[in-house]
């Protein structure tokens, strides 16, 4: 398999600095220093620092969960590239369904997000996913498509191989729900092939497309099993070191 599998934990607005700091060194024992599979953990800007520290000498990597597309400056409540470099982070996570649903994020201002992160050597995680009314109606492709070029409108060629994209059915966040290995098949097909008229078929060959949704160690080994299903995007299951070592195990059988 020439796509490295990546597991990666969005712990969204859970855990502050000592519980973050907890989880992450029981999950740093747990993978010791096997690197077959890319772990990353995304806590909350607050325990960014905290984690980070236990990360030191671990493959583990840090990654946020959004960014400010601005250097510094006027910008409120905000948190810039440069911020969490310092912080040792390598990756973000961008447009997820909860802030394009709760902060009326848009793929323009995405975008500016995709190519502020990859300006300043953080490699985005874009979020794409349909709503479960965009699903009934016919509409998940139209939708991921739209998101897809969207966000990664400007983006160079040669930044292809530093973009991770996560295919997450909004109705299957958080519900229990989980899209079938073949829906999520269909969806991760469709997203290389657009990556593949976007960039070229090698550099599509080799963006890892993780699967996000309910995904947990009962659902794990058959979705990531499929063609085009690189790994996954964690909430729930990733908020226990057992869960989500488990899922690191799973996605190993893939590497
Ligand atoms: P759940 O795994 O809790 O469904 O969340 C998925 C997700 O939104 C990851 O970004």
């Given at each position: 398999m020439q796509r490295k599998p990546i597991i990666?934990?969005?712990?969204?607005?859970?855990?502050?600095?000592?519980?973050?700091?907890?989880?992450?060194?029981?999950?740093?024992?747990?993978?010791?220093q096997d690197h077959a599979v890319e772990v990353v953990v995304c806590p909350p800007f607050t325990a960014l620092e905290s984690v980070s520290s236990k990360l030191e000498s671990s493959g583990v990597k840090l990654g946020a969960q959004n960014l400010y597309p601005e250097a510094s400056g006027a910008y409120t409540g905000e948190i810039s590239a440069e911020m969490l470099r310092h912080l040792f982070?390598?990756?973000?996570?961008?447009?997820?369904s909860e802030r394009r649903a709760y902060f009326a994020e848009d793929d323009a201002f995405i975008n500016r997000k995709v190519r502020h992160a990859i300006a300043n050597q953080l490699r985005p995680i874009l979020c794409v996913g349909e709503t479960l009314e965009e699903r009934d109606g016919g509409k998940t492709l139209e939708v991921v498509r739209r998101q897809l070029e969207g966000g990664l409108e400007g983006v160079e060629n040669g930044d292809a191989p530093l973009l991770v994209i996560a295919y997450e059915p909004v109705w299957a966040i958080g519900t229990g729900k989980t899209a079938t290995p073949e829906m999520a098949?269909?969806?991760?097909?469709?997203?290389?092939?657009?990556?593949?008229?976007?960039?070229?078929?090698?550099?599509?060959?080799?963006?890892r497309i993780l699967y996000g949704g309910s995904m947990k160690p009962s659902n794990a080994a058959e979705l990531l099993a499929q063609a085009d299903i690189d790994g996954g995007l964690i909430g729930g299951a990733s908020l226990e070191a057992k869960s989500f070592?488990?899922?690191?195990?799973?996605?190993?059988?893939?590497?």
């Amino acid at each position: 398999m020439q796509r490295k599998p990546i597991i990666a934990g969005n712990w969204k607005m859970n855990k502050n600095a000592a519980e973050g700091a907890a989880l992450v060194e029981e999950i740093v024992a747990a993978v010791g220093q096997d690197h077959a599979v890319e772990v990353v953990v995304c806590p909350p800007f607050t325990a960014l620092e905290s984690v980070s520290s236990k990360l030191e000498s671990s493959g583990v990597k840090l990654g946020a969960q959004n960014l400010y597309p601005e250097a510094s400056g006027a910008y409120t409540g905000e948190i810039s590239a440069e911020m969490l470099r310092h912080l040792f982070a390598s990756y973000v996570i961008l447009g997820h369904s909860e802030r394009r649903a709760y902060f009326a994020e848009d793929d323009a201002f995405i975008n500016r997000k995709v190519r502020h992160a990859i300006a300043n050597q953080l490699r985005p995680i874009l979020c794409v996913g349909e709503t479960l009314e965009e699903r009934d109606g016919g509409k998940t492709l139209e939708v991921v498509r739209r998101q897809l070029e969207g966000g990664l409108e400007g983006v160079e060629n040669g930044d292809a191989p530093l973009l991770v994209i996560a295919y997450e059915p909004v109705w299957a966040i958080g519900t229990g729900k989980t899209a079938t290995p073949e829906m999520a098949q269909e969806v991760h097909a469709f997203i290389r092939q657009i990556l593949a008229k976007r960039f070229n078929k090698t550099a599509a060959g080799k963006i890892r497309i993780l699967y996000g949704g309910s995904m947990k160690p009962s659902n794990a080994a058959e979705l990531l099993a499929q063609a085009d299903i690189d790994g996954g995007l964690i909430g729930g299951a990733s908020l226990e070191a057992k869960s989500f070592f488990e899922l690191i195990q799973a996605a190993k059988q893939r590497s």
